[in-house]
């Protein structure tokens, strides 16, 4: 079966400080995957989505970046985080129907 | 993107049933989908629905799909307090590869 793993949990990171989410998937070839995140309103923001390795498609311009190493990793960075960015963020693969999320991280910069 | 409306809350009594609405705009999305995410935790598929179905039904949860007004909704049968969770309605809209979700719909369920 399928499964998708996310780390860290929850993570409070200064401002200013790098940042590095990674997200890998078992089970499965050549998933899209997506990274998300999702704020104090409640609602899910599409963040990046990647149809294969090196490639990545960016949906919203901000200071976060998304590589794709390997067929099944996933990893959101940035270089200098800031206060917006803190939120849960949400690792997603999907097939041919349906979308399956990880557990999330939550970030809190301070 | 398109945009997919939900209400934001609805708070009902244990064992009532729970109707959850969603109104999609793009008529030509093939798939239809309800996600559950319990407090803390990921988004949990829930079920989903081809365009070309009115009417789903699994276990306590029935999906109705209204193609004319672009209109879901997810029933839930004899709620329990478990059931308490946002519940996010998504499609994948015509000539994309992701999902567009709405808001999601706070649902709590009294005892």
């Known amino acids: 079966s399928q499964t998708i793993h996310q780390w860290p949990a929850t993570l409070v990171q200064p401002v200013g400080s790098p940042l590095s989410l990674e997200c890998t998937v078992e089970?499965?070839?050549?998933?899209?995957l997506y990274w998300y995140r999702q704020a104090a309103g409640r609602g899910l923001q599409l963040l990046f989505y990647?149809?294969?390795?090196?490639?990545i498609s960016s949906e919203v311009p901000q200071n976060l970046s998304a590589s794709r190493p390997q067929d099944r990793q996933f990893i959101l960075s940035s270089k200098k985080l800031l206060l917006s960015d803190s939120g849960f963020y949400l690792c997603?693969?999907?097939?041919?129907?349906?979308?399956?999320f990880g557990q999330g991280t939550r970030l809190t910069v301070v | 993107g398109e945009d997919v409306e939900q209400s934001l809350f609805l708070s009902v009594r244990e064992g009532d049933s729970s109707v959850i609405n969603c109104t999609y705009t793009d008529s030509s999305s093939t798939y239809l989908y309800w996600y559950k995410q319990e407090p803390g935790a990921g988004l949990q598929l829930l079920t989903y629905?081809?365009?070309?179905?009115d009417m789903k039904q699994d276990q306590r949860l029935t999906v109705l799909l209204n193609k004319k007004d672009k209109h879901l909704s997810l029933r839930i049968a004899d709620t329990q307090t478990g059931d308490s969770a946002i519940y996010f309605c998504a499609e994948i809209p015509s000539g994309y590869s992701t999902l567009t979700f709405g808001k999601g719909t706070m649902l709590l369920v009294s005892p």
């Open positions: 997603a693969w999907s097939g041919t129907l349906e979308a399956f």
């Open positions: 990647s149809v294969g390795i090196g490639q």
């Open positions: 089970g499965t070839s050549n998933p899209n």
């Open positions: 629905i081809f365009s070309n179905m």
